[in-house]
Structure formats: C-alpha cells, structure tokens
C-alpha cells in the first residue's frame, strides 16, 4: 500500500458506503446505478492526516511520485489496475439527495411554461407572504434574452444540488462538467440537451431580479429586499458547443447561499421531481412542496391549502389571461400529481379568472425505515419532515442522533429549538463534524475526523483502501473525469486554473493523456505540504496544457 493512497483514504474516515444506491432517475442506465461514488471530503486535510499517525513524504528529487506520471496514457503500479476505456455514465446522480431553498420553492421566480414570447424581457407580480403581507418580485433581462423559463428550473435544482455536494463552498463558486449537471437536472445527454444547457445558464445569469420586502433571511430573521441573478457567476470555454467534457465554474447568489448555509431549505424529492414528465409539472409540484411543510403545524405538514387562479398562475408564470387556458394547463398537471399520490384531489371553486383552487395532499410520504423517523420524532422533529428526512437522507440520521445526543450532554446552555437543531444535523452534517464523539468505526461521517478522535485501526484501513481503490479503478470515461473533477474541486486546484485550462483539462483526461487518478493524489499530497507543492502541481498542469512536455512528465 502506498503512503500517498493512504492519505487519500484518511480523507473518509469511517467510510460506510462508497455508493450511492437509491432512487433512479429519468434516463438512468445499469451504468449509473453501478456507479456511485461519493465525492472525497477535504477539508482540515493536514490536521487528519496527523492525527492518524499517516505522514506523507515529499516527491524525491528527479523521481515521479510514488512512480505515476501525470501526463500520457495512465501507468499504475498497485491496486488500481487499467481499465479498457468505454462510456461510463455519471456515478451517483441517481441517488443524489436533494435541498430546495424555501425562497425559491416559494416565490417561482422562474416561469413553469415551456416557452414564452421571444420579446419577454420583463415581468412583476405581486406576491403574499406566509404571514399576509404584501410583497412583489420584478426581473428584467438584457436585450436579446428571454426571461428564464421552462427547463431553467430543472437547471436551478440541479445546481442547489451539485453546490451542497461541493461543501457549500466559502466564496460560493464551484466547478462541475456540463455533463453532471445535465444529470443533475434529469436531462437526457444528448447535443440538443448540451444546447439547452448552455442557454439556459446564460438565462439564469442574465435575469435580474428585485424581491421587494419578501425574501426571508435565515441568519437575521427577517423579511428584506434583495436584487440578485440566481446564478452571479459563470465561467467556460465557449470557443467550442458544450460537451460532456465541458467544465463549468458557477456561483449561486448571495442570497441564495446565503440561506443555503443558514439551513433555510427543505428536502427535495430530486427523484420523484425528475420523473414528471413536464416543466409545468415539476414547477408546480415544486410550489406545492413548499406550502405543504408548515412549521407552524404540530405534525409539519399542511392537509392542503387554497389559492385564487389569478394569484395561482402568476406565481407559476402562466402568462395567459383566459381562464379556459390557464384551467387546462394546469389540469394536466394536476392529473399526474393526483395520479402519483402527491395530490389527493384539486377542487375548483368559481368561475373565470376569478376562481379559486383548493388543493388536497395526498398521505405523507411512508418510508421503510418507521425507526429512523421515532430516532428523530424523539428528538423534536415533526413527523412531516421526519418522513421526507427518512427517505432523502437515511443514511445521515443515526450519526446525527448520536451529535445531538452528544451536544445536549455536553452544551452549556439549553437548546431552544431542539427539532430545528437536530433538522440541521441531518441536512448539514459537515456543519457538525466535531461532533464525533463517541463514534464508532462504520459510522457514516460526509467530513474529516475531528481532532481528538481515535485513529482509523490499521487493520481497517487496510480494507477500507482496497475497497476504495476498486472502487475508484472501475471508473472509467465520463464516470472518471466527473470523479476527478470534484476531487481537484475540493482540494482548490480547480479555481486556479481559468476557464479555457479548465476545458482543456477535460479533454486531456477524457482522451487518456492525463492519468486523472494520479493528479488526484498528487493533488491531495501537497495539500500537507503546503503551499510551495500546491503551486508546483498548478503549475505542472497548467505545463501540461501548455504542451511544455518535460521527460520527468512522460510515460
């Protein structure tokens, strides 16, 4: 065993499960199910691999590491044999949890029709908020755009999504390829879908938005008014179409992060959402989720609710004016959702656009784990999200019992929203990571083990890095470029390179003359040796990309 692949598994201590396997997804194929691997987790790298005893040696002089190459065909000399390269859909989009932001579940600040008139530049509405209050929304686009619409709400999901997998980073920027997010957002990866992807990132980037007095913020607790583009920042080579290979480097809002990391979210059913079969269907299901969990219920969850259809369209973006219209879009619609169980009945009260809907749920969601939802009913959480919580996260309930139960015993001061804290627990474990007291080997833990905790058994590390690294040498193709992508994400070397190294370095290592395997290690390494070796590796791949080949680099 190499010292350089211990250190890459002292980053998942106590690993439980290295694959995701539950849910699927439209278009999900055996590949995608077969491979799931979670991303590494990054953060407080030297201080793991101190305490665990793992020193990592620096590269000798005139010596490739570890005897990897970076550059060329991939030669590997232990465990983690070469592989015949073939497509290899995305791992773990199948089974990806999924987080809505309550604001934007709310508000629809993204049209549910598939199309709308190409001179669309600019709408406002009025909205009312949960307690009464008015409020409006008004977004604007630049000249020659659309407002965002249609699949730009799939994108927008599949961006909270891929933004928690990426740790919810501090500068709120992280990079993805065009072909996970396709899969993230449900989308089937063909070239028109890339198309549809690229455009609808510029929508989202160009759409300019002022929430008038009705957007909550988490951390003040507090309606305000803010003016934002949902996505701020977005970075690629669009000197060629976006393709699998493509990678892209977004950030979400500051709002939105904002309240990303102040916990003002709400699990999202990413499978159940992905497999209706309309963006009409998946924007109102969206809306309806968020008004079905109601905080200020005793079990968290609202029987249903009633809306006027004037009020109801707007805030779906439905833009026409004639009742009949709006009744038949929306009835559809309401079809499927009663059909899948969601709903359990829609009834229309009036006539015109003066009518008003009143919508049934249908029974709370059932789950095959009823102990996992008494873990959290017991610690305060209402049975409405214990239910969703049990299904979109059981593998993170019983580690985030054991850190309540911990923090109670050893907090100062008395907790006053205990089921909130133990919400938090469950849907931001990393927030939560020294926590860990207490935990036993084969506990599921997202980050790095805190300082103080007992080191992996070497024994147990042993297996743990054999099973990793099997693992890790089954993917190959776009499989193995994603998985290198949000390991080189999370170690930082990503954001130093700019958009058109980005790209290039995609298509080095989807065509073979860059072992991504080794730059995740190397990678990894300097990160313990600080600085000096970080800027080494950069600037050996920008190197790389440049075409300055060196016979150090060479197979």
Not at 131 to 157: F, K, W, Y
Request: net charge positive.
């Amino acid at each position: 065993m190499t010292v350089v692949s211990r250190a890459v598994l002292v980053l998942t201590p106590y690993v439980p499960s290295l694959l995701r396997r539950s849910g699927q997804r439209r278009g999900d194929t055996d590949h995608d199910r077969q491979a799931r691997l979670r991303p590494l987790r990054l953060s407080n790298i030297a201080q793991s691999l101190s305490a665990s005893s793992l020193c990592v040696r620096p590269p000798l002089a005139g010596r490739q590491a570890d005897g990897f190459s970076l550059a060329g065909p991939a030669r590997y000399n232990g465990a983690m044999s070469p592989k015949a390269v073939r497509p290899v859909p995305l791992p773990g989009d199948a089974g990806m949890t999924g987080h809505d932001e309550r604001n934007l579940g709310r508000l629809g600040l993204i049209s549910a029709q598939k199309t709308v008139p190409a001179t669309l530049r600019t709408w406002s509405r009025a909205v009312t908020l949960p307690d009464g209050r008015p409020a409006s929304i008004v977004c604007t686009v630049s000249e020659g755009q659309t407002v965002p619409h249609g699949l730009d709400n799939d994108v927008m999901v599949g961006l909270i999504s891929l933004c928690f997998e990426a740790g919810l980073p501090s500068d709120g920027k992280f990079s993805t390829s065009a072909y996970r997010l396709l899969k993230a957002s449900g989308f089937p990866t063909t070239v028109q879908y890339y198309r549809i992807l690229e455009t609808a990132l510029k929508r989202l980037t160009d759409a300019k938005y002022t929430v008038k007095e009705g957007w909550y913020r988490q951390g003040a607790q507090m309606w305000s008014t803010q003016m934002f583009s949902q996505v701020s920042y977005l970075a690629y080579n669009a000197k060629s179409e976006l393709g699998g290979a493509s990678v892209l480097t977004v950030r979400l809002a500051d709002p939105i992060m904002e309240n990303l990391r102040a916990g003002y979210i709400k699990p999202l059913d990413v499978a159940f959402y992905t497999s209706l079969s309309q963006p009409l269907v998946r924007a109102l299901y969206r809306q309806l989720d968020a008004r079905r969990f109601d905080e200020a219920r005793s079990d968290g969850l609202a029987p249903g609710f009633s809306v006027a259809l004037r009020d109801w369209a707007d805030s779906l973006g439905i833009l026409s004016a004639r009742s009949d219209k709006v009744r038949d879009a929306l009835s559809g619609a309401h079809s499927e959702l009663v059909a899948r169980h969601y709903l359990q009945d829609v009834v229309w009260r009036g006539r015109g656009m003066g009518a008003a809907l009143e919508y049934v749920f249908g029974e709370p969601p059932q789950t095959q784990r009823p102990e996992l939802v008494e873990q959290l009913l017991a610690r305060g959480v209402k049975r409405g999200m214990a239910l969703r919580l049990t299904n979109v996260f059981p593998d993170r309930i019983a580690q985030a019992a054991r850190r309540f139960d911990h923090y109670l015993k050893t907090a100062r001061t008395e907790v006053g929203n205990r089921g909130g804290l133990m919400v938090a627990m469950v849907t931001r474990p990393e927030d939560y990571a020294g926590l860990d007291a207490g935990a036993v080997p084969g506990a599921s833990s997202a980050s790095p083990r805190p300082a103080g905790a007992p080191a992996v058994p070497e024994q147990d590390l042993v297996q743990l890095e054999a099973k990793y690294e099997g693992e890790v040498a089954e993917l190959s193709g776009q499989a193995l470029l994603d998985w290198v992508l949000r390991q080189l994400s999370l170690t930082g070397l990503l954001r130093r390179l700019d958009a058109s190294e980005r790209s290039q370095l995609g298509e080095r290592l989807t065509q073979g003359q860059l072992d991504g395997r080794q730059l995740v290690r190397r990678s990894i390494q300097a990160l313990s040796q600080g600085q000096p070796a970080q800027d080494a590796v950069y600037q050996e791949v920008r190197d790389l990309l440049r075409g300055a080949w060196t016979p150090s680099l060479t197979p």
